[in-house]
């Protein structure tokens, strides 16, 4: 599903088709959640701010997200894809793997078909195909090579399929962590991940994003305080437990840092988490930087056997 948010928007509101719109909060804190085709062409893109969008496009109309919405929507569809295999891997609210494996090779690929000519196109890449298409590709183009990763690549002398290809398997891993031996395979079509159907939830969190930016460690302990109690009753709903408490922190130059701290045993009161929280929070220099957004995870949940009940969710999150 593309630009799904904007497009139910137009479903919904015939007088926003054929228009540029956003969905999102106009304001000068807002974020663009997702943008119409309409309003793609002038650069107005997800996760841009809502004054760079305007900016970009002086006629764009920012839409609330309605998120109840668009999760019944998302369900309707799964109900759809239920009809052909029970084999769903929900990614988010617009985005799901199916195994239909008589009609698809790999998750990769099925990926970069999803992709290759939207938003109206449908795009098949037959068996005898799939080394010609992929050594054509541009790396950007394969699953999980995002910007930063394909600027790597280039300064490599990496920029298609085939010059990845071209790389012993230990040599991307050297480069590019464990992430390399997925590359290794991606050059050759190679995906061996299987579908699956029911995803184990591997950690839980909250963040907030201020108003105002602020240096004021008393004003950022208060959120903090918020936060940790909007994470506790998660914790506590999904009867969730993790070992290690993550500090998430962007400052006002959209720089993003994390600090954390894995314990000997789970996380198990809401002070026991406020302190590690305050104790991350204590040990970061801001460098002379207002923070804009300060969050908090808990992960790491110990193994099924150590008293720990794990939960299994079928809803992809945005």
Known sequence: MDAFYASIEQRDRPELRGRPIAVGYDGPRGV????????????VRSAISSVLARRLCPDLIFVPARFDVYKAVSQQIRDIFHDYT???????????????????????????????????????????KIDTFVAELPVERFFGIGEVTAEKMHALGIRT???????????????FGKAGRSYYGYARGIDPRPVVPNRIRKSLGAETTFGTDTADREVLLGELEQVCEEVWQRLSRHRFRGRTVVLKIKFDD???????????????????????????????????????????????APDFGEGCVQLRFDFGEE
């Open 161 to 175: 399929g085939a010059d990845l290809r071209q790389w012993e398997e230990l040599e991307l891993v050297k480069h």
């Open 86 to 128: 029970e084999l769903v891997e929900p990614l988010s609210l617009d985005e799901a793997f199916l195994d239909v494996s008589h009609l698809s090779v790999n998750k990769m690929l099925a990926k970069i078909a999803s992709d290759y000519r939207k938003p109206d196109g449908l795009f098949v890449i037959p068996p005898d």
């Open 32 to 43: 663009v959640a997702t943008a119409s085709y309409e309003a793609r062409p002038f650069g």
């Open 254 to 300: 959209f720089r993003q840092i994390t600090r954390s701290r894995t314990l000997p045993a789970t996380v198990d009161s809401r002070d026991g988490l406020r302190l590690v929280a305050r104790e991350l929070l204590a040990g970061v220099d801001f460098g002379g930087h207002r923070i804009r957004l300060i969050g908090v995870t808990v992960g790491n």
